[in-house]
């Protein structure tokens, strides 16, 4: 578990968050800052290694969304981002705290109807490098 994720203030966990991934090249006094209690390169490495956010992959909208296991609940920090200092805007700031039996099945039964929606979606057919032999009806 990451050290800071029980901090009280899930604005700080965010911007510490969006903080740690500035660019060490435009603010390389950074790698000695702290954040949430922890130097920012082993703050970076935790946030990596517990794969803690959905975030750029997931999400269109500048949004986050950070997952921490915490004992037997799960915390859940949203928020989404304002672009001119990249920290988190207040007014979207979510911070959720459920038990993790329910919010693993919860996640379980979400995954279990999209991939039922998914299999009666219809489906392109597209040849081996990639050419359309048939679109959608």
Not at 47 to 63: A, K, L, M, Q, T
């Amino acid at each position: 578990m990451a050290p800071f994720a029980s901090e009280p203030h899930a604005g700080r966990i965010a911007d510490a968050h969006q903080d740690a991934y500035r660019d060490p090249i435009w603010a390389p006094d950074q790698e000695k800052e702290w954040f949430c209690g922890v130097l920012q390169e082993k703050f970076r490495a935790l946030i990596y290694s517990s794969r803690c956010e959905w975030g750029d992959e997931v999400f269109n909208d500048v949004s986050q969304v950070l997952h921490f296991d915490i004992g037997d609940r799960v915390r859940l920090i949203a928020f989404r981002n304002i672009e001119a200092d990249w920290h988190h805007d207040p007014a979207t700031l979510a911070d959720v705290w459920l038990e993790a039996g329910e919010f693993y099945r919860i996640l379980k039964e979400w995954r279990e109807r999209l991939e039922v929606e998914w299999r009666a979606a219809p489906k392109i057919k597209v040849s081996e490098n990639g050419e359309l032999l048939e679109d959608l009806p």
